[in-house]
């Protein structure tokens, strides 16, 4: 949930001059995101005054707006109400850098699977760097909304389930670059999964997140990373 609308316009833009001017202009929005002048909910000036703040033509402006649509920095609105506002972080953007470069063969399918492996290992040893017990609950919740999910069925459902558990599993860190890079890698997987989950057996798949959330709970930290390792390692060997 984001605050009330910051009214963007009170701090004049600085004209720019490149051949490439939109890129320039892209650049200086995304200076004022990490300065924290722009914040997310924000709503950037309207085109006309942007681009007499910056000295440049309108078409340079919609050229950057739509540079930064595509790059999900701003969702572009239209109607009274609408212009250019400042997007809340997703893992999307982390999703599209990562499948573009598995498509350009800069990264293997191989790779990915094994660095998602070794981040969730990481995560269950995270979990067990404090005294106190980890709060499963959550992630518990998640379980029982797969084995609903898997008895009616439901594939779209227990795709959700799926991206859930991991991302309860990556939130026990409380860090949220981990949930981020979780997040996007999960999605990714799925984008490759989703027309064959329904060929995935529902009762290995329940019988390994027993297994696992057994494991955490009796503190078997070694074990219950085996059981991950070998979970992920059945669905990700399906894909190829």
């Known amino acids: 949930m984001t605050g009330p609308q910051k009214d963007s316009s009170a701090t004049p833009f600085k004209p720019v001059q490149s051949h490439r001017t939109f890129e320039v202009v892209c650049e200086q929005v995304r200076e004022r995101l990490?300065?924290?002048?722009?914040?997310?909910?924000?709503?950037?000036?309207?085109?006309r005054e942007l681009a007499s703040q910056l000295g440049v033509s309108r078409n340079v402006v919609r050229e950057a707006l739509r540079s930064l649509e595509i790059a999900g920095v701003v969702a572009l609105k239209k109607g009274v109400k609408g212009g250019a506002f400042v997007q809340e972080g997703a893992a999307s953007r982390i999703t599209q850098a990562l499948s573009d470069l598995i498509t350009l063969n800069a990264i293997s399918l191989k790779d990915l699977f094994e660095a998602r492996i070794m981040i969730l290992e990481m995560v269950v040893d995270h979990v067990f760097k404090t005294t106190n017990a980890p709060d499963l609950s959550r992630l518990e919740a998640t379980v029982e909304d797969t084995r609903r999910a898997t008895e009616s069925g439901d594939i779209p459902r227990r795709i959700e389930c799926a991206y859930q558990f991991y991302h309860e599993l990556a939130a026990l860190t409380g860090n949220s670059a981990i949930i981020f890079t979780v997040d996007s890698q999960t999605e990714l997987v799925q984008t490759f999964l989703r027309y064959r989950v329904a060929d995935m057996s529902a009762a290995a798949l329940m019988a390994s997140r027993e297994i696992f959330i057994k494991?955490?709970?009796?503190?078997?930290?070694?074990?219950?990373?085996?059981?991950?390792?070998?979970?992920?390692?059945?669905?990700?060997?399906?894909?190829?």
Request: net charge positive; no cysteine.
């Open 34 to 47: 990490l300065r924290g002048d722009l914040k997310p909910g924000d709503k950037l000036p309207p085109e």
């Open 215 to 240: 494991l955490l709970k009796s503190g078997e930290k070694e074990a219950a990373k085996i059981e991950l390792r070998a979970h992920m390692t059945r669905v990700h060997t399906s894909l190829w």
